[in-house]
C-alpha cells in the first residue's frame, strides 16, 4: 500500500486526535534516546481510547501494515524505534494518559498506558499509599512501556519486577479484538496466565492499553546511608547482614564502585560526595520504616531506627566488613545521594560528549549474588587482554543480582572497538552464561539483544516463542524486528 492510500485509510478512522503525515514533526517518535537507532514512519498516530488503538490494529491487520506502539520513548534497546522502510504506523500513548480508578481500601490503581510513572507515584502517595517502581526515567517514562519490558528499578530486591507489581491488564490484540483481563484480584486461578505473557513482550504480541497495579503502604520513614565496602565480596557480605537484621525493609541495594563515581564527578555540576574520598566499592542501602515508636526520638532525642542501623554498622566496622559510612540525616541529603545514581544514563552520556572515549557498549546483565565478583574477576581479565585501553564502568542493583556492565572504546581505534564491539559482546555474555546468568536484566530485547537471544534462550524455549508469536500475530504486523527475528 502507497503513503497516499495509507493516508485516506487512517483518514477514515475519524480519529480525535488528526494523525501526524509530514516527516518533520516526526523526528521525536522515529529515533531512541540513546541514538542508536533512528527510523522512519508513514504515520504518528495518538489515540485517545482503547476502541481508537482497537480500530487502527484492525486497520493494520487486513493491510498488513506493520505497528510500532510506543510509550516516553526511553526504551534502552530500540524496543520502540521504526525501522527505516517508513512504511509502519507509530502509536503514541500520550494521550491515553487517564487514571481510571484508585481503590484505596483494596490498594490498587487502574491506569491507562500512557500514563507517566511519576504521576502516579504522586496520585497515590496523597493517600499515603505507595508504587514502587522507581527509575532514573519516571519523570518521562510511561506505565505501558514499563509493562512491556517488565521494567526493574531500584526496589526490586523487595517488591519484584513490573510484572510481580500487575494484577490486571486491558490488551488490543493484533486484530483488533480487546482482551479484558482487568482485575483488583489477588487470586485468580482460571487457567493459563494470558497477563503475563503480555508483560515483557514488548508490543510483539499486542497492545497493553490499560493495567491494574498494586499499591504498598507508604514507609512512615526511609533512611538512607552509604557505606564503602572496599570490594564486591564485601558488600555481598553487607547485604547479608543488613537483610538479616531487618528482613523484608531492605528497599534498596546499590552497587556503585569507584568506576561510577569518577564519571558522576566529572559530569554532574555541583555533585557532593557522600564520602571525604572517592569510594573503592560503595553502597547505597535505602531501610524502611513502618513503625511510628521506630522513628520518634526517645527522651535522649535518639531514633531506634538510626541507633538500629548504627550497631549494624559497627559490627560490619569490627570485622572489617567496611571501612566508613555515612547516614543521612534529612532529605535533601537523602535525595542529593539518589539524584547522583539516578543520572548514571545522563553521567555517561556526558563522558562519552567530553572525552575521547567514542563509544560506549551497554551491557545489563544479572547473576546469582554470590557469583558477581568471580564475573567481575574474570570479565576484566577478557576485556583487558580484547583491546588495549577499554575501560569498565559498572553498576546496579546488587540486591537482585542486576548490574549495567558497561565497556567504553578508545577513542584511537575507528569505531572506539577497531570492528570488534560485537565480538567483545558475544565474549562477555559467554563470561556471563557460564555462571547461570541473563544477558538482559531490565532493560528488555529490543533490536539490541536479538541476536543474543537466540544464541543464549533455551531452543525449546525460544522455539515455543516463535509458536505464540506466529499465533497471535499470524501477519506479523506487530513492533516487527523487535525481540525475535
Not at 222 to 249: C, M, W
Request: with cysteine; aromatic share 6%; net charge negative.
Amino acid at each position: 500500500m502507497n503513503n497516499t492510500c495509507l493516508e485516506i485509510k487512517i483518514k477514515s478512522l475519524n480519529l480525535k486526535h488528526n494523525p501526524i503525515f509530514t516527516k518533520k514533526d516526526h523526528i521525536k517518535y522515529v529515533q531512541d534516546w540513546r541514538g542508536q537507532y533512528k527510523g522512519d514512519a508513514a504515520a504518528i498516530l495518538k489515540p485517545i481510547n482503547t476502541n481508537e488503538v482497537s480500530s487502527i490494529l484492525k486497520l493494520a491487520n487486513e493491510n498488513k501494515i506493520a505497528v510500532v506502539p510506543q510509550g516516553g520513548n526511553t526504551s534502552l534497546c530500540g524496543a520502540a524505534t521504526p525501522d527505516s522502510s517508513g512504511t509502519s504506523i507509530v502509536i503514541s500513548f500520550e494521550k491515553m494518559n487517564k487514571v481510571r480508578q484508585f481503590n484505596k481500601e483494596s490498594q490498587t490503581i487502574t491506569v491507562e498506558s500512557g500514563v507517566i510513572l511519576s504521576h502516579i507515584h504522586d496520585v497515590v502517595e496523597k493517600e499515603n499509599l505507595f508504587f514502587p517502581l522507581s527509575l532514573g526515567a519516571q519523570g518521562s517514562c510511561m506505565i505501558g512501556g514499563n509493562l512491556s519490558t517488565n521494567a526493574g528499578g531500584v526496589n526490586v530486591l523487595k517488591y519484584g519486577n513490573t510484572r510481580e507489581l500487575c494484577l490486571g491488564l486491558e490488551i488490543v490484540l493484533p486484530n483488533g479484538k480487546i482482551m479484558n483481563l482487568i482485575s483488583e484480584l489477588k487470586k485468580d486461578n482460571t487457567g493459563y496466565d494470558l497477563k503475563n505473557l503480555f508483560i515483557g513482550a514488548e508490543g510483539t504480541l499486542g497492545i497493553i492499553t490499560a493495567a491494574t497495579l498494586k499499591l504498598f503502604q507508604l514507609p512512615k520513614m526511609i533512611t538512607t546511608l552509604f557505606v564503602e565496602a572496599n570490594e564486591i565480596s564485601n558488600a555481598v557480605k553487607l547485604l547479608n547482614t543488613f537483610k538479616s537484621h531487618f528482613p523484608d525493609r531492605i528497599e534498596s541495594f546499590e552497587l556503585m564502585p569507584k568506576s561510577f563515581w569518577e564519571v558522576a564527578k566529572n559530569n554532574i555540576d555541583n555533585i557532593v560526595m557522600p564520602l571525604e574520598k572517592i569510594p573503592e566499592m560503595g553502597v547505597l542501602i535505602d531501610v524502611s520504616s513502618f513503625s511510628k515508636n521506630e522513628i520518634t526520638p526517645n527522651e535522649n532525642g535518639e531514633i531506634q531506627i538510626i541507633k538500629s542501623i548504627e550497631n549494624v554498622l559497627e559490627e560490619c566496622f569490627e570485622v572489617n566488613l567496611i571501612s566508613d559510612a555515612t547516614i543521612c540525616i534529612n532529605e535533601n541529603q537523602k535525595r542529593a545521594l539518589w539524584s547522583i545514581r539516578e543520572a548514571a544514563a545522563e553521567s555517561e552520556k556526558k563522558e562519552l560528549e567530553n572525552s575521547n572515549l567514542i563509544k560506549c557498549l551497554k551491557h545489563d546483565i544479572s547473576l546469582p549474588v554470590e557469583s558477581i565478583e568471580n564475573f567481575h574477576k574474570e570479565a576484566q581479565i577478557m576485556i583487558t587482554n580484547f583491546l588495549p585501553n577499554l575501560k569498565t564502568i559498572y553498576f546496579g542493583h546488587l540486591g537482585d543480582g542486576n548490574l549495567h556492565y558497561n565497556v567504553f572504546g578508545n577513542g584511537s581505534l575507528p569505531d572506539g572497538f577497531d570492528g570488534k564491539s560485537l565480538e567483545l559482546t558475544k565474549e562477555l555474555y559467554k563470561i556471563v552464561h557460564n555462571y547461570n546468568g541473563s544477558f538482559s536484566a531490565e532493560h528488555g530485547i529490543g533490536q539490541l539483544k536479538k541476536d543474543s537471544l537466540k544464541t543464549h534462550k533455551d531452543e525449546v524455549a525460544y522455539s515455543i516463542m516463535g509458536i505464540i508469536k506466529n499465533q497471535l500475530d499470524p501477519q506479523g504486523i506487530m513492533n516487527p524486528g523487535k525481540v525475535m527475528f
